[in-house]
T-cell receptor
Framework: GQNIDQPTEMTATEGAIVQINCTYQ??????LFWYQQHAGEAPTFLSY????GLEEKGRFSSFLSRSKGYSYLLLKELQMKDSASYLC????????????FGAGTQVVVTP | DTAVSQTPKYLVTQMGNDKSIKCEQN?????MYWYKQDSKKFLKIMFS???????INETVPNRFSPKSPDKAHLNLHINSLELGDSAVYFC????????????FGQGTRLTVV
């Protein structure tokens, strides 16, 4: 099987930076996705890391360390609209053919 | 144009009924999925199809039967609905099997009473 762990909730103020950590345990790991899901809506793709290192996309960056089974999503210059659930998902090996999601981290942005 | 569309958006039905949820994607993707999101917001794979062929069946009760008439459609039929089936069901598609971005439909909120 595959374990994916991420914090349940994080709170930060507008304009701040928040880092959401995700650890995973899998054999045959291929890559790590991050999705954003606003309440009552569908998940939307944020990033996909296959190689070690940092991928930057505007205010959002994602990091992967394959040897440590660790990823993080960094949200900079937080805006109120960033309040959402952030889902970490692994693929490959035990999770070939599917996205194996973590339980999601609810980020609450306060004024 | 909506990339992945599923209908209905809301479905309320009584225990024991049979219902279907339809999904269509206009992205030309080869792979489609059904996911279930329970009350704790945990998103769990149910089925993966690639070019109309079943790839993954994630220990889902056989009351759930997916059908893919062509690679642009993946419908979900549920027999003898139970209270525990209440959840939000998401259809999704991707070009390759989980090697790239998956696009999700708007979700179908199923409530069994």
């Amino acid at each position: 099987g595959q374990n994916i762990d991420q914090p349940t909730e994080m709170t930060a103020t507008e304009g701040a930076i928040v880092q959401i950590n995700c650890t995973y345990q899998t054999s045959g790991f291929n890559g790590l996705f991050w999705y954003q899901q606003h309440a009552g809506e569908a998940p939307t793709f944020l990033s996909y890391n296959v190689l070690d290192g940092l991928e930057e996309k505007g205010r959002f960056s994602s990091f992967l360390s394959r040897s440590k089974g660790y990823s993080y999503l960094l949200l900079k210059e937080l805006q109120m609209k960033d309040s959402a659930s952030y889902l970490c998902a692994a693929t490959g090996g035990d999770s070939w053919g599917k996205l194996q999601f973590g339980a999601g981290t609810q980020v609450v942005v306060t004024p | 144009d909506t990339a992945v569309s599923q209908t209905p958006k809301y479905l309320v039905t009584q225990m024991g009924n049979d219902k279907s949820i339809k999904c269509e994607q206009n992205l030309g993707h080869d792979t489609m999925y059904w996911y279930k999101q329970d009350s704790k917001k945990f998103l769990k794979i149910m089925f993966s199809y690639n070019n109309k062929e079943l790839i993954i069946n994630e220990t889902v009760p056989n009351r759930f039967s997916p059908k893919s008439p062509d690679k642009a459609h993946l419908n979900l039929h549920i027999n003898s609905l139970e209270l525990g089936d209440s959840a939000v069901y998401f259809c999704a598609s991707s070009q390759m099997i989980t090697m790239d971005e998956a696009f999700f439909g708007q979700g179908t909120r199923l409530t069994v009473v």
